[in-house]
């Protein structure tokens, strides 16, 4: 499989000759398909506001992407912090905001960011924790706990049921995009990889598929994680054994809500940020 591209994407693209430009889905053109694929799903954002009115002061939102769970946030009164690896990501974000927002976006990666700030929440929305390997997980419980505030929450979701049995089997389909004039029918490609922990997935417009032409192929690859193996991980890490419930959606996708806080002593010898 050369570079993210599947094996049946190219089988797709050799039948008429095309050559494939990887593009990554959170950067660029990239995130402009994204927000059209996602920006509608209303999935977790009712959870997420449940969580916030409990917590005092500002929200830290990790892979904020282009603000899904933050303007909703943002919307209900809630100041936040909205970190994304991607700036392109985050434009999205800063054109979609209210005026006047209390939203700070800053680019960073979200295993190593560093803010002079304690967070009484710290969500991550999307199940976009399955970005990271199990070493990129590691770093970023660490860092949580870094900018948790005492008795702070740390939030997030991921796939369960159905869904998740999905997201490890070879797919080939086709999905209908919204667009701002017309729908954009895209081939959707899914690959797991040999070891069955990752899946690599491919996007690209049907309509751009045309003989002997360059074709943009939107790429992303992700851990294949179950609940019961990220919480095993959290408790590890020190947190509390997280608290699972389910999260409403409307089209039928089965997603989990893991909640958890910190289990150990408070203090400055771990490395803790400044109050």
Known sequence: MPGLITEAMQARLDLVGARPREQDLYEGEGTDFYERLVGPDRAEIREMLALARDAAGPVLDLAAGSGRVTIPLVRSGKRVTAIDLSDDMLAHLRRALPERSAVECIVADMRHFSLEARYELVIIGATSITLLDHEGRSLLYANVRRHLAPGGVFAFTVATGASAQSLAVPTEREIR???????????????VEADGAARVVNWVRASDVTPGGEVTILTSRLQLLSHEVLARELVEAGFHEPAVSPVRTHLGAEILLLKTSWAGAWGMADGDVSD
Do not use: M, T
């Open 177 to 191: 995009v919204p667009g701002r004039g017309q729908d954009d029918i895209y081939l959707f490609s899914q690959q």
